[in-house]
T-cell receptor
Framework: RKEVEQDPGPFNVPEGATVAFNCTYS??????FFWYRQDCRKEPKLLMS???SGNEDGRFTAQLNRASQYISLLIRDSKLSDSATYLC?????????????FGTGTRLQVTL | NAGVTQTPKFRVLKTGQSMTLLCAQD?????MYWYRQDPGMGLRLIHY???????AKGEVPDGYNVSRLKKQNFLLGLESAAPSQTSVYFC???????????FGPGTRLTVT
């Protein structure tokens, strides 16, 4: 079983739609959780971290469910510019200085 | 600041050839990492360094060597390239107490 599992997609949604991605992780000792965004043929960039209490950044909401070992990302009012691959990232330590385990990514395509 | 830079951006090698990938960061970060990214797989950690003069193995270190002679540079070497090393290689860096691993733009390597 992979340490971090994601649905590869693609998720094809119209502009303005709400879309949600889930990710499951297998190591219950994991401490830190993140969503990274990767545009085609570019490097990954941190989108947001995921806290137990849930956190929101504009149109993006991330949540963590430790009991079920999954994290989620919700994107509201999708824009064309949201088209990218979203990587679920888990760390056994605090923060991203610890070694990260990456999911394979979920591809989102937002269309007119 | 240039952030994290990688050279070269592209390279084609024949089986058995050697090469060195250079990662440079101008953010005075202590920690540096080398990852590879392959289709259908998440980024996988090859080697990492927690400071000048130190290196450690990651998840997939075989066939690679690294050196961190200067704090700002992290070199990844392939002594005898194999087709299985065809991949996109990303370098990243961070300081403890900071939040985000910063990635370089990647090196696309093809071994024929």
């Amino acid at each position: 079983r992979k340490e971090v599992e994601q649905d590869p997609g693609p998720f094809n949604v119209p502009e303005g739609a709400t879309v949600a991605f889930n990710c499951t992780y297998s190591n219950s000792a994991s401490q830190s959780f993140f969503w990274y965004r990767q545009d085609c043929r570019k490097e990954p960039k941190l989108l947001m971290s995921v806290y137990s209490s849930g956190n929101e950044d504009g149109r993006f909401t991330a949540q963590l469910n430790r009991a079920s070992q999954y994290i989620s990302l919700l994107i509201r009012d999708s824009k064309l510019s949201d088209s990218a691959t979203y990587l679920c990232v888990v760390s056994k330590g605090a923060g991203t200085a610890s070694k990260l385990t990456f999911g394979t990514g979920t591809r989102l395509q937002v269309t007119l | 600041n240039a952030g994290v830079t990688q050279t070269p951006k592209f390279r084609v090698l024949k089986t058995g050839q050697s090469m060195t990938l250079l990662c440079a960061q101008d953010m005075n970060h202590e920690y540096m990492y080398w990852y590879r990214q392959d289709p259908g797989m998440g980024l996988r950690l090859i080697h990492y360094s927690v400071g000048e003069g130190t290196t450690a193995k990651g998840e997939v270190p075989d066939g690679y060597n690294v050196s961190r002679l200067k704090k700002q540079n992290f070199l990844l070497g392939l002594e005898s390239a194999a087709p299985s090393q065809t991949s996109v290689y990303f370098c990243a860096s961070i300081n403890l107490g900071l939040y985000e691993q910063y990635f370089g733009p990647g090196t696309r390597l093809t071994v024929t």
